[in-house]
């Protein structure tokens, strides 16, 4: 059997792909389902998929056409020696600036006479070409520069400025790299780029994405389910889209489009052996897909502990995801609870913790009777929070002080009995 990876992703395609948002929703999440074909990958509810995308042929084109390059020219890349086409595709990240990148023009604005050097060699690398990049001949006569040609070395190229206002000011460097991406920064700094190979130096690698799996693979075989939160915004009046989201909601066609894939197994994001174990799961936002994995695990398991959810996202009427087949469990009895936090329904906002915070009583007699704690989603704010909101339920119905209460949650629960378990991102 191929030993699928990172390196050496199964080829697959979707069998479905859709958005789960109900209509009026200022969200796009997607449910989307791989096709294991017979790749030999197997998985267990908890695991995440590994999923290898690529950039969108318009930005490649279009960050092309800015630099002056034609595509065909070979560059030295981490992956050996290809076309720069191929590179700004496959072997970096193009949608966002790196801050290596902007520091390697910088070092370059500060060494000026290396510069008109590389200014040069650019001209004759478009000339070889056939591509005309600047209404300049090249001739290296005083007076010879290209039109938008700023004094390079001299504090008359905004460059220099751009830059020495960046330089050493790492918060300033983060907020020009934010907003931006090479095609942005190519109008700031393209003229002290003479090569294709100054072009991708010091970018980014193309790295995989990885996605908490949304099934079981025995509730749903030969398929892999990912329950996808699309990262879309506007810089600088052009639309953007995170690289692997926007990849799968805008280029992967169902059947058509193949994806690299694989699979990234957990050791420690697991179901309780003992199928007769409470479990309680947080899972707000995308942070339901796991849930979604263990209730099908669950149900086809015939597990007799009792299964209690708490998830929450925006509005009910936009964000509900999932709501008939937790409707169905709910009626089967396989949910034996089912709490949900609408953070923007009302005047305030509810959120997941509020929830545990209410039942708080009932929590804690859940996890005094050996309960596993699930928490799945965002790790800045809402795992700190959840987190925070447990200890104070251990505290204050397990009639802990504060001290035992962490100690509890944090060495016993976390570490010793390894039955309080996250997957945040
Ligand atoms: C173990 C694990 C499990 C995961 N499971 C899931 C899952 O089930 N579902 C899910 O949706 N995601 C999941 N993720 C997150 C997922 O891996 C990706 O990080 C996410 O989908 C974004 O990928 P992207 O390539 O589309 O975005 P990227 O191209 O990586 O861009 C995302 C970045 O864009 C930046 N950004 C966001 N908004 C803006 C803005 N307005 N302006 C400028 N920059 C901005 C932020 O820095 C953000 O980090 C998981 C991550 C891990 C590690
Ligand atoms: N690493 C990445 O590149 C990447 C990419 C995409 C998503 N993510 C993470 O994945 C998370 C999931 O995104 P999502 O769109 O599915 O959902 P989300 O942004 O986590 O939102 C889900 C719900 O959680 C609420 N929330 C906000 N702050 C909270 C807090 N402190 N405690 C509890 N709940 C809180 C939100 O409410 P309000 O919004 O109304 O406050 C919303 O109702 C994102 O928050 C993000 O951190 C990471």
């Known amino acids: 059997m191929t030993d699928w990876s990172a390196k ?16 009026g929703s200022g969200k796009e999440t997607r449910h989307v389902v791989f096709d294991l074909a017979s790749s030999g990958l197997e998985y267990k509810a908890g695991d995440a998929l590994g999923v290898v995308p690529v950039s969108p042929s318009k930005l490649v084109e279009d960050l092309l056409a800015a630099s002056g390059f034609s595509g065909s020219e070979v560059v030295d890349t981490h992956m050996g020696d290809m076309e720069l086409r191929q590179a700004l595709t496959s072997a970096y990240e193009i949608h966002r600036l790196s801050k290596k990148w902007v520091r390697n023009l910088g070092e370059r604005l500060e060494a000026p006479e290396e510069i008109s050097i590389r200014l040069v060699s650019r001209t004759r690398t478009s000339t070889n ?44 460097l983060e907020d020009y790299i934010w907003s931006r991406d090479y095609i942005d920064a190519i109008s700031d700094f393209g003229h002290i780029i003479s ?24 509730y749903e075989p030969g398929t892999v389910h ?10 600088h009046d052009r639309d953007r889209t995170g690289l692997a989201t926007g990849f799968l909601a805008d280029r992967c066609k169902v059947v058509e489009t193949d994806i690299g894939v694989f699979m990234s197994p957990t050791r420690s994001f ?33 597990a007799t502990g009792r299964n209690w959810l708490f998830f929450g996202d925006w509005t009910e009427s936009g964000e509900n995801y999932y709501k008939e087949e937790m409707d169905d469990w709910k009626e089967r009895g396989i949910l034996t609870k089912h709490d949900l936090a609408w953070s923007r329904d009302g005047s305030e906002k509810v959120y997941v913790q509020h929830l545990m915070k209410k039942h708080g009583e009932e929590i804690w007699a859940w996890i005094d ?42 060495t016993r629960m976390m570490r010793t009995e390894k039955r309080y378990l996250r997957d945040v991102y």
């Open 369 to 410: 009777g050996g309960a596993y704690f699930y928490v799945c989603g965002d790790k800045s704010r809402m795992a700190k929070d959840v987190h925070k909101t447990l200890i104070g339920i251990c505290g204050e119905h397990g009639g802990m002080s504060e001290e035992d209460a962490h100690e509890f949650v944090e």
């Open 270 to 302: 697991i179901l309780p052996k003992d199928l007769s174990t409470d479990i309680i799961m947080v899972g707000p936002g995308t942070g339901i897909a796991p849930f979604r994995a263990f209730l099908q695990q669950r149900d086809i398991d015939g």
């Open 226 to 235: 990912l329950t996808v939160g699309i990262v879309r915004y506007n810089h």
């Open 8 to 23: 050496n992703p199964y080829s697959s395609n979707l069998t479905q792909n859709f958005v789960l948002n109900g209509e």
């Open 129 to 172: 070409d056939d591509t005309v990049l600047l209404d300049w001949s090249g001739s290296g006569l005083e007076g010879d520069v290209p039109s938008e040609y700023h004094e390079i070395g001299s504090v008359a190229d905004p460059a220099i400025d751009l830059w020495n206002g960046m330089n050493g000011d790492d918060s300033k």
């Open 195 to 218: 090569t294709p190979q100054q072009l991708v130096d010091g970018m980014d690698r193309l790295k995989p994405r990885l996605y908490s799996i949304a099934s079981s693979p025995d």
